[in-house]
């Protein structure tokens, strides 16, 4: 559809968990051309990680439309079956097995047609790990979407390095950037001074060290009763996100005696950072976000400066601190080069960083004769050992068809169904949080 017409642009996002919607579904909007109405329907990918109604309404973005899909549902619907829609752009908010698996089925569904959609990737945050692999398991895709200069220079890096077309790598930033700049420390009249923990699910992993961070949080809030003390998390017991969490902080804090200025608390991060005066955490991408409001920041050295913590990804940034120097007074100061290489724009210019994506897909979606056809770098001739595998994970066969018995059910589940499928999800959570943990101790006897 050229960009002239007045016609809204149709988009479509799939994702697969709470994070990868929020990331999904805003770039939809930044990255559609300007003063174009969009029409936007969201899919949920089933799977262990589907967000609940509760973790939809905390990303706080809507959509026309909004359901569960299995892959092959998904496949069937962009196939244009009867009463289906067709899309001009479509965003794949998913891990990067789900991307490679997508592209090849819709590369097949696709296979006669010259009009489908733009399709659009990317990452929900900072990439600090798999970076060969989760690029090139999303090669393939109109857009690969990088959110900064550094992870543009990265990306076409690795495809140039392996032989594939870098061309599809755009800049742009992370979409849920945002809100008013920090106005500097309050009056204690007006609210308390703010310390803001941002958990991660899954960083650190193991009981020792997220038992350390808990208690030094808590040691802050007793040592500065003055200020209000925050553990920011991401899901409540029973919830999942983008990663696994088999430790809940709610689980240990039960166990610890928090002062009165200490709390749990969840919600929208940008509304969280409204009242924060000092964000500290391991690795977060809400850290970009409060660099972006230019909210002092802080990434913790207490348990080094790990490639498996992420936090090495800061290295250069100025942020870099311990427990032991916050609790002395020590304020971070960003360097201004690392936080212009991140895409962060915390000093302007966040208005035209998704410029080249608007201009590229008005071009895709306006150029004569229609899009070229899916061309992953992964095909059973480049990586037949492997991509088999990730294909079958979705129930697709090397070819991209749907194996044989894959779900694909015709109308939305009953009532019945529902309630396994959530009972199903309870069980796998319930194994995750309690059971493994425990396999694990015994094991280390």
């Not at 489908?116 to 945050?125: A, C, F, I, S």
């Not at 991660?200 to 040691?219: A, F, G, M, W």
């Not at 940008?270 to 972006?292: C, F, K, N, P």
């Not at 425990?438 to 094991?443: A, D, K, P, S, Y």
């Amino acid at each position: 559809m050229p960009a002239s017409a007045t016609k809204a642009l149709r988009v479509a996002v799939l994702a697969d968990s709470d994070t990868r919607w929020k990331w999904g579904a805003l770039t939809a909007t930044r990255i559609s051309p300007e003063k174009t109405e969009i029409h936007l329907d969201g899919y949920l990918l089933r799977g262990r990680a589907t967000p609940t109604p509760r973790q939809l309404r905390e990303v706080g973005v809507t959509a026309d439309s909004l359901r569960e899909v299995t892959a092959v549902e998904f496949l069937r619907a962009m196939g244009g079956a009867a009463g289906e829609e067709s899309y001009d752009v479509l965003v794949l908010a998913l891990v990067g097995g789900g991307v490679q698996a997508m592209l090849h089925g819709l590369g097949r569904v696709w296979e006669d047609r010259a009009e489908r959609p733009v399709v659009v990737t990317g990452y929900v945050g900072v990439v600090y790990e798999k970076l060969a692999d989760g690029l090139l398991l999303r090669h393939g895709a109109d857009l690969v979407l990088a959110n900064s200069r550094q992870d543009a220079d990265r990306f076409r890096a690795v495809y140039e390095g392996v032989g594939a077309d870098a061309t599809a790598v755009t800049e742009v930033a992370l979409p849920f950037l945002g809100g008013a700049a920090y106005a500097g420390e309050p009056d204690a009249a007006d609210r308390p001074y703010t310390v803001v923990f941002a958990a991660q699910p899954s960083v650190p992993d193991s009981r020792k060290d997220r038992t350390y961070l808990l208690e030094r949080l808590i040691r802050h809030a007793r040592r500065h009763p003055e200020r209000e003390v925050l553990l920011k998390l991401r899901s409540k017991p029973g919830e999942h996100t983008t990663h696994i969490e088999e430790l809940p902080y709610q689980k240990l804090v039960q166990r610890a005696d928090p002062p009165p200025n200490f709390r749990l608390v969840y919600g929208h991060m940008g509304e969280v950072l409204d009242r924060t005066d000092l964000l500290v955490t391991i690795s977060s991408t809400a850290a970009l976000e409060s660099l972006h409001r230019r909210v002092p920041t802080v990434v913790l050295t207490d348990l080094g400066v790990r490639e498996a913590l992420g936090n090495h990804h800061f290295v250069g940034s100025g942020c870099l601190a311990s427990w032991d120097q916050l609790d002395e007074g020590h304020r971070p100061a960003p360097d201004p080069e690392w936080v212009a290489r991140q895409g962060v724009a915390a000093h302007g210019g966040y208005e035209t960083a998704f410029d080249e994506a608007r201009t590229r897909i008005e071009s895709l979606l306006g150029r004569p004769g229609g899009r070229p056809p899916l061309a992953p770098y992964y095909t059973p001739v480049t990586a037949p050992g492997y991509l088999p595998g990730i294909l079958a994970r979705h129930h697709l066969a090397p070819d991209g068809t749907p194996l044989p018995g894959a779900p694909a059910a015709d109308k939305a589940p009953g009532p019945v169904r529902q309630v396994v499928r959530r009972a199903a999800r309870g069980a796998y959570r319930h194994g995750v949080q309690r059971v493994a943990p425990v396999i694990r101790r015994m094991g280390e006897l």
